[in-house]
């Protein structure tokens, strides 16, 4: 038994089940035993393996589009440089080289990292040490500076903590986890249905997921953009069309695993509402380029000319496996599972690697997005 399972049983027993989202948030982000916290859950040792890490086509490529997207905004100087969720420092180390191609943007680039594990701190600091510009880190978006910005976020929105509601003959009432006869962590529901959600059409059974910590960060982001210029790139998993059931996940040792086993020991993720995530941007004013899958999206980049090239001075089977992991669509292939997504200053009317940049986006609200209001919901996971 880990020792946040402990500590959950015990509060649980005192004081009733607990929210998906709250149950997330702790497994992950706990002070103490938090999965994030404790340890680097990546590569072969560790738990699962990001785009960044398994070639540096991923990285170079996003600095090159940072590059170019930073001469769309008429190459404000100084501007902001984020990224939300950094891991190990990857995919700004690959990013930052690359961009030397263009002195004049790693001159007036301010790079800031949000970050708030420890352990991926010291991680990020050491990859980074003479990247070339200066680095600052945070503990929230918040804190980086106004000013025009270019915002990453790397497998980060699937990690925020999400809500379940369990649709019954008597409403949809909230998923929560709870204490099974045998004492282990179970999933139940709440005795009382979320009226909120009473025109939200379903059958006794469906489950409907809402990700209200990932929309609140897109909404903020939107409207810092609107507000000080810039663009945002999001790559992830999900779909604009979100399926029914559950998408609540755990992976230990690179193998899905039970979530409610071994909270602060595995990784906890659902997929991302990219409808959702599109339409608080509209509701902001921002512009939404996308989604378009990974390997489209890396495909317009140039990747296979980078493969290309560096076959030629690098092994050419190790290449060739990392072009087809990011692009492929076969099994446990990114190319198709992964999605990207960009959010700008709508003044910014195009933007690579997205073949409908320039046309208008409308998006009309989805059912139960203005019931669960964003900020409300995840301040309630927390």
Not at 21 to 28: F, G, I, Q, S, V
Not at 163 to 192: K, S
Not at 198 to 215: H, I, K, N
Not at 280 to 293: D, L, M, T
């Amino acid at each position: 038994m880990t020792a946040l399972l402990r500590q959950l049983s015990a509060a649980i027993a005192e004081d009733g089940p607990i929210s998906v989202a709250r149950y997330m948030a702790l497994a992950l982000g706990h002070p103490a035993h938090g999965y994030y916290m404790t340890r680097d859950p990546l590569g072969r040792a560790g738990d699962f393996t990001t785009a960044p890490e398994i070639s540096q086509m991923f990285g170079e490529l996003i600095g090159l589009w940072c590059c170019d997207v930073w001469d769309r905004m008429g190459r404000p100087a100084p501007f902001v440089l984020a990224e939300q969720g950094p891991g190990r420092g990857t995919l700004m180390s690959d990013a930052l080289r690359a961009a030397r191609l263009v002195p004049d943007f790693l001159r007036a680039a301010s790079v800031h990292l949000v970050e708030t594990s420890p352990v991926l701190r010291q991680r990020q600091q050491s990859r980074l040490e003479g990247a070339g510009a200066p680095i600052r880190w945070h503990e929230e978006l918040d804190g980086i500076p106004e000013g025009p910005a270019i915002i990453l976020g790397n497998e980060f929105l699937d990690a925020l903590p999400i809500r379940q509601f369990v649709r019954t003959e008597t409403g949809w009432h909230e998923r929560m986890v709870g204490l099974g006869p045998d004492g282990a962590l179970a999933f139940g529901m709440a005795p009382d249905p979320e009226p909120r959600l009473a025109e939200l059409p379903g059958r006794p059974g469906d489950l409907r997921e809402f990700g209200a910590a990932a929309t609140l960060v897109v909404r903020t982001v939107s409207e810092r953009l609107v507000r000080c210029g810039g663009a945002a790139l999001f790559v992830d998993y999900g779909t604009s069309e979100p399926r029914p059931g559950s998408t609540f996940q755990a992976v230990r040792g690179h193998r899905r695993a039970d979530p409610l086993e071994a909270p602060g020991e595995v990784d906890l993720t659902a997929h991302v509402d990219l409808g959702a995530v599109s339409r608080q941007a509209v509701a902001a004013g921002a512009s939404v380029h996308g989604p378009v899958p990974q390997g489209e999206f890396l495909g317009a980049l140039g990747i296979r000319e980078r493969a290309s090239r560096l076959s030629k001075a690098a092994g050419g089977a190790e290449v060739a496996a990392a072009l087809s992991r990011l692009t492929g669509q076969g099994e446990g292939e990114m190319g198709q599972l992964f999605q990207a997504i960009a959010i700008s200053d709508p003044r910014i009317t195009f933007l690579p690697g997205f073949p409908d940049s320039g046309k208008p986006v409308t998006r009309a609200a989805g059912p139960g997005d203005a019931d669960l209001d964003p900020a409300r919901e995840a301040r309630a996971a927390c």
